[in-house]
């Protein structure tokens, strides 16, 4: 499938934003990710990509950590009025169970973009089973799309500035005492690999079942 950029913003240093539109609704499950290349590249240039924005819209948002030299996030920030890529099919199993009870959000970095999938979606169903979202990142000038997040968010910052009167520390501080507070909760986390792996063992350590931790790496 061919999407087309429609809009494009720069969000920190090194994320940006990007709403393409496709001619047909892009079907997929929050969560999900598309193998995006150039049009007519080689497979093997193809990069995963989660939809940061909810299924079956025309228009999808991508969140990319912004590499000027990226095959993909290099191409998709040109300043050329027309840029389209080729998407795959919907693919990945980071996706919503309907019989969890209770859901911690676990995001670093572009990390957050399913997770975004996951609020739309929920917010658009009016799904009722409560959730918690933890983001975090390195400095405050990281932070973005904070405005997306429920007020009741938890945001932390691993090396704020001296001004910043938040939440401090890695995410996985704060894994024990949501653990505490949400003990039948199903847990999604996302982002860098070591973030994902500390999140993970905690979990473990703590007897959370292995059915209960989907976790996508990015
Ligand atoms: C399921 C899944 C979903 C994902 N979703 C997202 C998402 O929504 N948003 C997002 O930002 N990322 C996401 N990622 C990660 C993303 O696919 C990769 O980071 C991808 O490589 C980005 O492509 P690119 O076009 O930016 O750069 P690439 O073309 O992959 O790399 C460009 C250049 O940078 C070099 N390079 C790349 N990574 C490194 C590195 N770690 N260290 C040193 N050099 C490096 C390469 O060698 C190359 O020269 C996802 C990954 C997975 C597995």
Known sequence: MILKRIDSKILTHDVRSYVFVAEEPLHFIA?????????????????????ASKPNQTEVTF??????????????????EHISLESSAPLGRFTL????????????????????????????EKISIPF???????????????EKLPSESLITLSQPSENWSGLQGRVTEFIP????????????ICGNPE?????????????IK?????????
């Open 31 to 51: 969560g999900q990710f598309v193998q995006l290349k150039q049009p007519g590249a080689e497979q093997k240039l193809a990069r995963a990509f989660s939809m």
């Open 63 to 80: 969140l990319m950590k912004h590499n000027p030299e990226g095959h993909v996030s290099g191409y998709a920030a040109l300043p050329q």
């Open 97 to 124: 169970d309907p019989n969890d009870s209770d859901r911690i959000f676990v995001a670093t970095g572009t990390g957050l973009a399913p997770i975004i999938s996951f609020i739309e979606t929920i917010e658009a």
């Open 132 to 146: 918690t979202t933890i983001f975090g990142v390195r400095h405050e000038s990281d932070l973005f799309w904070t």
């Open 177 to 188: 005492a949501l653990l505490a507070e949400h003990l039948h909760a199903a847990w999604y």
């Open 195 to 207: 973030m994902v792996k500390s999140v993970r063992e905690l979990l473990l350590a703590a007897q």
């Open 210 to 218: 292995p059915a209960a931790i989907h976790f996508e790496i990015y």
